[in-house]
């Protein structure tokens, strides 16, 4: 293998471990929105107080569930899809697939919403925008950044994966799989 296959692998293979740990830490988050939930229900319901701090602290790791795991999602080929013709093709075709989908579609979609998002962000940073709710949590900022998060670790991930897939085009064999938990 020529050293800028290996190189270019070993850089797919670095992204895929930052992917792939943002994408797990985000995952566990999923552990604080059933107890925050929960605990926000028996808050409300069978004492009659309400959490607002703690019911947005639960959206704000809701969102970071969703957009903070995207990258890992599309590292696992785990987002929603109809396979119709996919499974049936070969290894190369599928990593033609891969790689088309992601210069045309991923790619142009991450810098659309990165471009689309950044003042609407920034203008939330600049005037750390805080909860309209009383007793709402300070900085709302944060939660709208997670949209930049969303679009860095797609891009992140799109870019391991035109690796993988110019590997496998290459005829090298096989897409390199993921070699982490």
């Not at 790791?61 to 899809?81: D, E, K, T, Y």
């Not at 992601?102 to 920034?122: M, R």
Request: hydrophobic share 50%; charged share 10%.
């Amino acid at each position: 293998m020529s050293d800028t296959r290996s190189s270019a692998l070993r850089i797919a293979r670095a992204l895929d471990a930052i992917t792939g740990r943002f994408g797990q830490a985000c995952a566990w988050l999923t552990v604080f929105l059933v107890l925050g939930t929960a605990l926000v229900v028996v808050l409300r319901y069978g004492f009659g107080i309400g959490a607002i701090a703690l019911q947005e602290a639960v959206l704000y790791s809701h969102a970071l569930v969703f957009m903070g795991a995207a990258g890992w999602v599309l590292q696992r080929n785990a987002h929603v899809r109809v396979d119709i013709f996919y499974h049936n093709f070969s290894s190369r075709r599928q990593a033609l697939v891969d790689l088309l989908g992601t210069l045309l579609l991923l790619f142009p979609f991450c810098l659309f919403l990165g471009w689309a998002s950044w003042d609407y962000v920034g203008n939330a940073w600049h005037t750390h925008e805080g909860s309209n709710e009383s007793g709402g949590l300070p900085f709302v900022y944060l939660q709208k950044s997670i949209i930049l998060t969303l679009v860095a670790s797609l891009l992140l991930q799109g870019v391991s994966e035109v690796i993988k897939a110019v590997y496998t085009l290459r005829g090298n064999g096989h897409k390199p799989t993921v070699t982490h938990g």
